[in-house]
């Protein structure tokens, strides 16, 4: 793979007497969703969840009408790709049913757009939503539902085998295993369920063996096929490190979300079915006597901040863990990479632009020095429903408001910037 590099630059503009950072030709940039997230009128677990500010997905950016406007987003923008989900709940009826045909000639329309306006889908097949029938049959701790889901695939591959070639099976195995039976977040709500927890991994774990070769076997038009999963990545650390205590809860977080599931998936020769491996990097989570040093466990940012923990809406920003984790995951798999997921959820786009700028520096570094990173997706095109928050954490590049039922969209300052970036394929270090 090509290197990346960095010169000093004497040009006038932005870029004045700055360090510019280029990537690799061909480094795909992108933007990512997930179907229930932006499309609205699904019929899954989450249709009749009311989060944490009152919000459903029930319209959610209403993308299921809107799809064409937000390729012109994405064109605005000038990504090369873009992560999106299908959802399984619209094409399948039942187990083993075919396919519906109107759900996925609107999936196959947007898709033909998408191409028209070259941008390569990587397409998303499992992100934390299930058909009504795989939910009330015990959902992923069933191993029943292992081989509904590899029937559900290999349809799905014979059909859109002319449109899609980059194929992401599972979005993070990890927090949906832990929010829906560990923590008591996601629908159906369990706490404290280690053996659903561990059954629900190992289940998409092998599912993910399986569709891997049933995609690769099935080809593509557009070229050679890759697959993979996207792995969230928390660095989970102590505050102070000589807390015994702290160290201990921060160590069980690590061998739980970590360890545990990348065996699952890449251990062995289990690897040889991916491709390539998807990392979403937000950044870490500290304990301090047992508490968890982020804003969802209930910490002002301005608190943290005066601890010298500095977060978005959500969690902790930690820009050098990006090319700790990248060095790390590329030496122990040997896989080429994409950051399937990054973006910090605030409304204050200063502080958006710096955490991009530090992050993609940490990446450039880690690439320079010779890692296999092929692409980047930043989270989100447009802010959407997060899960258990609703519609409070703003990820987007694009803005998207709630209050007005048109749901009127507006490019924010970040997706300058991040427009910038994509027609450069470098940044501009100050
Ligand atoms: C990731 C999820 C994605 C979104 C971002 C903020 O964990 O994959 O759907 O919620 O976090």
Not at 60 to 79: F, P
Not at 145 to 165: C, E, G, I, K
Not at 237 to 250: G, T
Not at 257 to 270: M, W
Request: hydrophobic share 40%; charged share 20%; with cysteine.
């Amino acid at each position: 793979m090509v290197a990346a590099s960095a010169t000093k630059t004497a040009a006038s503009g932005p870029a004045a007497s700055g360090i510019v950072l280029t990537f690799p030709p061909r480094f795909l940039w992108g933007v990512a969703t997930a179907a229930t997230q932006v499309e609205g009128h699904v019929l899954n677990e989450w249709t009749n969840f009311t989060a944490r500010d009152g919000g459903h997905c029930r319209i959610a950016c209403d993308s299921y009408h809107r799809y064409a406007e937000d390729i012109d987003w994405m064109t605005q923008l000038g990504v090369k790709a873009c992560r999106m989900g299908i959802e399984w709940s619209r094409l399948q009826s039942a187990p083993y049913a075919p396919l519906n045909r109107s759900e996925l000639e609107r999936y196959d329309d947007l898709l033909g757009r998408l191409q028209t306006a070259v941008i390569t889908p990587m397409v998303v097949l499992h992100h934390f939503s299930n058909p009504p029938w795989i939910s009330s049959a015990g959902g992923w701790t069933s191993p029943a539902t292992v081989p509904v889901f590899v029937d559900y695939v290999t349809r799905l591959a014979a059909a859109l085998r002319h449109r899609v070639r980059i194929w992401n099976t599972f979005n993070e195995p990890d927090t949906y295993a832990s929010c829906t039976y560990l923590l008591g977040e996601f629908p159906p709500f369990h706490k404290a369920r280690l053996n659903s927890f561990r059954a629900v991994i190992r289940h998409m774990a092998d599912a993910h063996r399986q569709v891997c070769r049933i995609l690769r076997q099935a080809g593509s038009e557009q070229g050679p096929v890759e697959v993979g999963f996207s792995k969230n990545w928390t660095f989970f650390e102590p505050f102070h490190p000589a807390s015994l205590w702290d160290r201990l809860i921060a160590a069980i977080g690590h061998t739980a979300f970590n360890r545990f599931v990348l065996r699952q998936f890449l251990g062995g020769d289990r690897k040889t079915s991916s491709t390539y491996l998807g990392l979403n990097y937000y950044g870490r989570v500290r304990f301090r006597n047992g508490r968890p040093l982020v804003p969802v466990a209930g910490l002002s940012r301005e608190t943290l901040a005066g601890m010298g923990v500095i977060c978005d809406d959500m969690f902790e920003r930690h820009p050098p863990g990006m090319e700790v984790v990248v060095r790390h995951l590329s030496r122990r798999y040997r896989l080429p990479l994409y950051i399937t997921e990054h973006g910090a959820a605030s409304t204050d786009e200063d502080f958006r632009q710096r955490d991009l700028k530090e992050n993609l520096t940490s990446l450039h570094r880690v690439i320079r020095e010779g890692a296999d990173v092929r692409g980047f997706f930043y989270w989100s095109l447009l802010d959407n429903f997060e899960w258990q928050f609703g519609y409070s954490k703003k990820f987007g590049l694009v803005e998207v408001d709630f209050a007005d039922e048109k749901l009127p969209r507006r490019m924010k300052a970040l997706g300058g910037v991040y427009r910038q970036v994509c027609r450069e394929n470098s940044i501009c270090c100050p």
